[in-house]
């Protein structure tokens, strides 16, 4: 088995959000891919879909040159659901008419339901009014033939439109989006009733395909995987032994910017749990020299990824070899880290496995968790049968304590912040916050200040602490600590770690914050 033969092709236009549309499919127990529109058409060939959903964009019909729904997708009779940029160009292609609106609607908006649609069955009644969220400038003018709208918003006179007979549909606002709260059973309807998709697709079936993707790709080469000990490396690398067997061998390397006692662990824990060959690298002095007196952030995170690949390179030497590196890299490092489709996109950070990879690649990858957000990756985890210590573990970006040193990271900071990391972690197990917390880490700050401390003066560093909820990281917000927490941590912390006289708590959320300092 290749892929499942009930599958929706979403054709991308560069959106941000792209790939939650793919995710609002799986929800809804359907198999999908994600192509983007240069190569849809032949996606398109291989997969035979029954139904295909065209994403935003942050171009404009309007534009000369910007993308265009394959006409053999227009002409196969497959159903068709456009979202944003989606329904804006059906519209055009099919003879309608876009126009630049004079004011556009970005964020919350009310749409009013005017006719029925198979769309908002069981979800949405005419003459109802619901909350949906938009982000668009150019607004439909004109119905190409055939088309009916069947909802209005202040902005958009033409919110939904349907045409029954061809099973075309397409709505304005973003459906896949969490802010539209009903739009996750839009989707589902769209998979169920518009493409008649029974909706039976697992994450055992997920797994299938994927070793069966891995077998086709990595054929009798041998595999490097970069094991760090978090969840989705793993993943990643129980999938990939499933796939290939003996082919792969595990590199972890210890950079020296891990948490007390972490390489022991992940070693450990890995070689007790898995019969996989692991090798232990340890490069603290690579790393630190690497890193002297660098302060920029994109820097450091360049100079890691690069020294990254060229310790697996080594190592694939030392294994006669190797084609294919693995990673287990997810959605969110990818879409951080570069414009998608060319689309401008923008970089936010460099994550050290995608956009601080060097240019030079002997080696080419192999990452199968790469369209799946954390909370799916941990969901194939368990049908992996993985230890719940994998599972349920923080995670832990790959550049490790250097991006929570912000300014020059040099040995004596690393373990000035392990040992109050190491301190606060304790005390959140203690109180059996663990598993209710995201993510949670300290950040030791460039600042230091004045302190008093058994009647003597103090000048000293000062340590914030961040905990965050979220399902994705795409998203955060601050975990609220319960009452005396956080003074009884700060108080442990200064009391305990020689170097931090203050500690500060970190209250923003993502976005407007990142989840990591740097
Ligand atoms: N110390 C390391 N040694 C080897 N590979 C690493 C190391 N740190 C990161 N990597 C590679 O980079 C990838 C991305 O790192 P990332 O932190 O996002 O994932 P993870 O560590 O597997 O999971 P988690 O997000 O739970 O920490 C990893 O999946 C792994 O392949
Ligand atoms: O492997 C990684 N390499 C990186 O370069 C990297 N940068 C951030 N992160 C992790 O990604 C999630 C989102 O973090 P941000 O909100 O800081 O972007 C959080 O879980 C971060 O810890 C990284 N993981
Ligand atoms: N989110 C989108 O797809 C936006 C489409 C187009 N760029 C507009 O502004 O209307
Ligand atoms: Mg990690």
């Given at each position: 088995m290749t892929h499942p033969t009930d599958s929706i092709l979403i054709v991308d236009f560069g959106s941000q959000v792209t790939q939650l549309i793919a995710r609002r499919v799986r929800e809804a127990g359907v198999y999908s891919e994600i192509a983007p529109f240069t190569t849809a058409e032949a996606a398109f060939a291989r997969m035979a879909p029954k139904g295909v959903i065209l994403s935003g964009s942050p171009a404009s019909v309007l534009d000369e040159g910007s993308p265009r729904i394959p006409q053999a997708i227009l002409d196969s009779g497959v159903p068709i659901m456009g979202i944003c940029y989606g329904q804006q160009v059906l519209m055009q292609q099919l003879g309608g008419n876009v126009t630049l609106g004079e004011s556009g609607e970005f964020g919350h908006a009310v749409i009013e339901i005017t006719d029925d649609c198979v769309?908002?069955?069981?979800?949405?009644?005419?003459?109802?009014?619901?909350?949906?969220?938009?982000?668009?400038?150019?607004?439909?003018?004109?119905?190409?033939?055939?088309?009916?709208?069947?909802?209005?918003?202040?902005?958009?006179?033409?919110?939904?439109?349907?045409?029954?007979?061809?099973?075309?549909?397409?709505?304005?606002?973003?459906?896949e989006?969490?802010?539209?709260?009903?739009?996750?059973?839009?989707?589902?309807?769209?998979?169920?009733?518009?493409?008649?998709?029974?909706?039976?697709?697992?994450?055992?079936?997920?797994?299938?395909?994927?070793?069966?993707?891995i077998r086709a790709q990595v054929g009798s080469g041998r595999v490097i995987c970069g094991l760090s000990g978090g969840v989705d490396s793993a993943v990643a690398a129980?999938?990939?032994?499933?796939?290939?067997?003996?082919?792969?061998?595990?590199?972890?390397?210890?950079?020296?910017?891990?948490?007390?006692?972490?390489?022991?662990?992940?070693?450990?824990?890995?070689?007790?749990?898995?019969?996989?060959?692991?090798?232990?690298?340890?490069?603290?002095?690579?790393?630190?020299?690497?890193?002297?007196?660098?302060?920029?952030?994109?820097?450091?995170?360049?100079?890691?990824?690069?020294?990254?690949?060229?310790?697996?390179?080594?190592?694939?030497?030392?294994?006669?070899?190797?084609?294919?590196?693995?990673?287990?890299?997810?959605?969110?490092?990818?879409?951080?880290?570069?414009?998608?489709t060319g689309g401008p996109s923008v970089t936010i950070k460099s994550h050290h496995n995608v956009g601080g990879l060097p240019e030079r690649m002997n080696m080419q990858l192999v990452e199968p968790l790469r369209e799946l957000f954390k909370d799916e990756v941990r969901a194939l985890g368990m049908e992996l049968g993985l230890p719940q210590a994998f599972v349920g573990r923080h995670p832990f970006p790959g550049p490790g304590l250097a991006i929570r040193i912000p300014g020059e990271v040099t040995k004596e900071r690393c373990d000035i912040l392990r040992k109050a990391d190491a301190i606060y972690l304790e005390e959140i197990r203690a109180a059996g916050l663990y598993d209710t917390i995201w993510q949670a880490f300290a950040v030791l700050l460039p600042v230091r200040s004045v302190g008093v401390m058994g009647d003597g003066r103090t000048y000293d560093n000062v340590l914030a602490l961040r905990a965050v909820t979220s399902t994705d990281g795409m998203t955060a917000?601050?975990?609220?600590?319960?009452?005396?927490?956080?003074?009884?941590?700060a108080t442990r912390i200064v009391n305990e770690v020689k170097?931090?006289?203050?500690?500060?708590?970190?209250?923003?959320?993502?976005?407007?914050?990142?989840?990591?300092?740097?």
């Amino acid at each position: 088995m290749t892929h499942p033969t009930d599958s929706i092709l979403i054709v991308d236009f560069g959106s941000q959000v792209t790939q939650l549309i793919a995710r609002r499919v799986r929800e809804a127990g359907v198999y999908s891919e994600i192509a983007p529109f240069t190569t849809a058409e032949a996606a398109f060939a291989r997969m035979a879909p029954k139904g295909v959903i065209l994403s935003g964009s942050p171009a404009s019909v309007l534009d000369e040159g910007s993308p265009r729904i394959p006409q053999a997708i227009l002409d196969s009779g497959v159903p068709i659901m456009g979202i944003c940029y989606g329904q804006q160009v059906l519209m055009q292609q099919l003879g309608g008419n876009v126009t630049l609106g004079e004011s556009g609607e970005f964020g919350h908006a009310v749409i009013e339901i005017t006719d029925d649609c198979v769309l908002f069955d069981g979800v949405w009644k005419t003459g109802e009014k619901h909350t949906v969220w938009m982000s668009h400038g150019d607004k439909v003018s004109a119905l190409a033939p055939g088309f009916r709208p069947v909802a209005v918003s202040p902005g958009s006179p033409i919110a939904v439109v349907a045409d029954d007979s061809r099973k075309y549909y397409a709505t304005q606002f973003h459906m896949e989006v969490a802010h539209t709260p009903d739009g996750a059973k839009l989707i589902a309807n769209f998979a169920r009733h518009v493409c008649g998709l029974t909706g039976d697709w697992t994450m055992a079936e997920f797994r299938a395909a994927k070793v069966a993707q891995i077998r086709a790709q990595v054929g009798s080469g041998r595999v490097i995987c970069g094991l760090s000990g978090g969840v989705d490396s793993a993943v990643a690398a129980v999938l990939i032994h499933e796939a290939i067997g003996e082919q792969l061998t595990c590199v972890f390397v210890d950079h020296g910017l891990m948490r007390t006692g972490e390489a022991e662990q992940v070693v450990s824990l890995f070689r007790n749990s898995y019969n996989i060959p692991l090798v232990h690298v340890n490069a603290e002095e690579t790393f630190l020299a690497g890193l002297a007196g660098e302060t920029d952030p994109e820097k450091k995170r360049k100079f890691i990824g690069g020294a990254f690949i060229d310790l697996f390179e080594e190592e694939a030497r030392k294994v006669g070899g190797a084609d294919f590196l693995a990673q287990g890299t997810l959605y969110p490092d990818v879409i951080e880290s570069v414009s998608f489709t060319g689309g401008p996109s923008v970089t936010i950070k460099s994550h050290h496995n995608v956009g601080g990879l060097p240019e030079r690649m002997n080696m080419q990858l192999v990452e199968p968790l790469r369209e799946l957000f954390k909370d799916e990756v941990r969901a194939l985890g368990m049908e992996l049968g993985l230890p719940q210590a994998f599972v349920g573990r923080h995670p832990f970006p790959g550049p490790g304590l250097a991006i929570r040193i912000p300014g020059e990271v040099t040995k004596e900071r690393c373990d000035i912040l392990r040992k109050a990391d190491a301190i606060y972690l304790e005390e959140i197990r203690a109180a059996g916050l663990y598993d209710t917390i995201w993510q949670a880490f300290a950040v030791l700050l460039p600042v230091r200040s004045v302190g008093v401390m058994g009647d003597g003066r103090t000048y000293d560093n000062v340590l914030a602490l961040r905990a965050v909820t979220s399902t994705d990281g795409m998203t955060a917000e601050a975990f609220q600590f319960p009452g005396d927490f956080l003074p009884r941590v700060a108080t442990r912390i200064v009391n305990e770690v020689k170097g931090i006289n203050r500690v500060t708590y970190d209250y923003t959320s993502k976005p407007p914050g990142t989840i990591e300092w740097e």
